[in-house]
Nanobody
Framework: QLQLVESGGGMVQPGGSLRLACAASGSSIEHYTMCWFRQAPGKEREGVSC????????FDADPVKGRFTIARDNRKNIIYLHMNNLKPDDTATYYC???????????????????WGIGTLVTVSS
């Protein structure tokens, strides 16, 4: 059973940067497409960035393109989300997720994703 634990959240000023990490255990992430989702207070959960099993294909949601970068290290069983030029609208709880789905499908079909972390809170405020 794959287990996921996020870390790296916190409070940052607009324009700042953070790096989130998601450590996996119980199984190797090399068998899964990995994604970051987020959910802001009062809003629905949305896909942020996804990366395929080998790291060759990435997909970013429009609001974060050019600012966020997803990466994975299959040997260490960890994925990352590098977030730059953060904006107040990026404030949310960020969740790591794993599924055996194509990248674009996983971004859109979060209800089909079987493995989730407990989330880490990112607050962007001056």
């Amino acid at each position: 059973q794959l287990q996921l634990v996020e870390s790296g959240g916190g409070m940052v000023q607009p324009g700042g940067s953070l790096r989130l990490a998601c450590a996996a255990s119980g199984s190797s992430i090399e068998h899964y497409t990995m994604c970051w989702f987020r959910q802001a207070p009062g809003k629905e959960r949305e896909g942020v960035s996804c990366i395929d099993m080998t790291g060759a294909t990435r997909f970013d949601a429009d609001p974060v393109k050019g600012r966020f970068t997803i990466a994975r290290d299959n040997r260490k069983n960890i994925i990352y989300l590098h977030m730059n030029n953060l904006k107040p609208d990026d404030t949310a709880t960020y969740y790591c997720a794993a599924a055996q789905l194509p990248v674009t499908a996983m971004m859109k079909l979060s209800y089909a994703v079987p493995y989730w972390g407990i989330g880490t809170l990112v607050t962007v405020s001056s």
